[in-house]
């Protein structure tokens, strides 16, 4: 508990430095879409959702569930801006994230009915969704809650219920690094081309101007109580995954040790209707490091 304390206290300083703008800015171009998309909000539940809709309007919408502690400006505009030539990309803030209001939740089950609730009050007859890290864990429990309202389902970086037993050491030696970004460690191998890759990703999902607010201390302790606990409970059976029976793109780096790997391979297995993608010398974020070909994939599975 009490390094778990300290991982937690190092990444609240980064937050807070980011959000001051003390840590180095990169540079970035002009981007349309995810840089210049107005908020916009929608009540569900009682909660204020902020959330951004891009592209094109017809066809049906995915919607984009992020990573421990990431807000709307987390993601890579290479993606979204991609993802949106020919769909709908809605991309949101959970309960108290961002400028969404009420309490962030300290549990996966909770998020995961807010997220529907969000999505519910969007409505669409159907969405695809597009879930990354911790947002592949709200993925899988809506797709298996809802199979009539989720249609199809991305998961990148992400794993099956109980395969988080390396989380804890990987994000320690992150913080240890003492990198202007973290993501650096935890995003990319450490070649010179995929810190190259990220270096360059950085620099894109830099660029809005207008940014959320930075997640507070304790939200970020409720996140980690979520993600750890979720990704340490056992289901031995994978009966979440054999619930799933929607078409299913797994998406991983070929190395990625905080989600690791091998449990994209677990995915594949356990899911009924999977289709699984590895990246060669990526890690955790193979999505930044590949925005074309990710997106080129994920056109064709959606279409």
Same mark, same amino acid.
């Given at each position: 508990?009490?390094?778990l304390k300290s991982i937690l206290s190092k990444a609240f300083v980064l937050h807070s430095l980011l959000s001051l703008g003390v840590?180095?800015?990169?540079?970035?171009?002009?981007?349309?879409?995810?840089?210049?998309?107005?908020?916009?909000? &929608? $009540?569900?539940?009682?909660?204020?959702?902020?959330?951004?809709?891009?592209?094109?309007?017809? !066809?049906?919408?995915?919607?984009?569930?992020?990573?421990?502690? =990431?807000?709307?400006?987390?993601?890579? @505009?290479?993606?979204?801006?991609?993802?949106? #030539?020919?769909?709908?990309?809605?991309?949101?803030?959970?309960? %108290?994230? =961002?400028?969404?209001? =009420? #309490?962030? $939740?300290?549990?996966?089950?909770?998020?995961?009915?807010?997220?529907?609730?969000?999505?519910?009050?969007?409505?669409?007859?159907?969405?695809?969704?597009? !879930?990354?890290?911790? =947002?592949?864990? &709200?993925?899988?429990?809506?797709?298996?809650?809802? *199979?009539? /309202?989720?249609?199809?389902?991305?998961?990148?970086?992400?794993?099956?219920?109980?395969?988080?037993?390396?989380?804890?050491?990987?994000? %320690?030696?992150?913080f240890s690094q003492n990198l202007p970004d973290p993501r650096l460690y935890l995003f990319f191998t450490q070649t010179a081309a995929?810190?190259?890759?990220?270096? $360059?990703?950085?620099?894109?999902?830099?660029?809005?101007?207008?940014?959320? @607010?930075?997640?507070?201390?304790?939200?970020?302790?409720?996140?980690? #109580?979520?993600?750890?606990?979720?990704?340490?409970?056992?289901?031995?059976?994978?009966?979440?995954?054999?619930?799933? /029976?929607? +078409?299913?793109?797994?998406?991983?780096?070929?190395?990625?040790?905080?989600?690791?790997?091998?449990?994209?391979?677990?995915?594949?297995?356990?899911? +009924?209707?999977?289709?699984?993608?590895?990246? *060669?010398?990526?890690?955790? !974020?193979?999505?930044?490091?590949? *925005?074309?070909?990710?997106?080129?994939?994920?056109?064709?599975?959606?279409?």
């Amino acid at each position: 508990m009490n390094r778990l304390k300290s991982i937690l206290s190092k990444a609240f300083v980064l937050h807070s430095l980011l959000s001051l703008g003390v840590v180095e800015a990169y540079a970035g171009g002009a981007h349309a879409g995810l840089a210049t998309a107005p908020n916009q909000t &929608i $009540a569900a539940n009682g909660i204020q959702f902020s959330y951004r809709s891009i592209g094109n309007q017809s !066809g049906t919408p995915i919607v984009l569930l992020q990573h421990f502690t =990431g807000t709307m400006d987390y993601w890579d @505009p290479a993606v979204v801006d991609g993802l949106a #030539k020919t769909h709908q990309v809605i991309v949101f803030n959970n309960t %108290g994230m =961002g400028h969404s209001s =009420g #309490k962030v $939740a300290d549990n996966i089950a909770q998020m995961s009915k807010d997220a529907y609730a969000f999505i519910a009050a969007l409505g669409y007859r159907q969405v695809d969704l597009l !879930g990354f890290s911790m =947002g592949g864990f &709200i993925a899988q429990e809506l797709a298996a809650a809802h *199979p009539d /309202k989720i249609r199809k389902v991305v998961l990148v970086g992400t794993s099956n219920k109980g395969g988080g037993e390396h989380l804890m050491k990987v994000l %320690g030696e992150a913080f240890s690094q003492n990198l202007p970004d973290p993501r650096l460690y935890l995003f990319f191998t450490q070649t010179a081309a995929s810190q190259q890759a990220g270096q $360059a990703f950085l620099a894109r999902s830099s660029v809005r101007k207008e940014r959320d @607010p930075e997640i507070s201390k304790d939200d970020m302790n409720a996140h980690a #109580k979520a993600l750890i606990t979720w990704a340490n409970t056992p289901d031995t059976e994978f009966s979440l995954l054999q619930a799933i /029976k929607q +078409p299913v793109l797994i998406v991983q780096g070929s190395n990625d040790e905080m989600l690791i790997t091998d449990n994209s391979i677990t995915l594949y297995k356990h899911l +009924p209707n999977a289709q699984l993608v590895l990246y *060669p010398d990526a890690a955790h !974020g193979s999505l930044f490091q590949y *925005p074309a070909d990710f997106v080129a994939k994920v056109n064709q599975f959606l279409n």
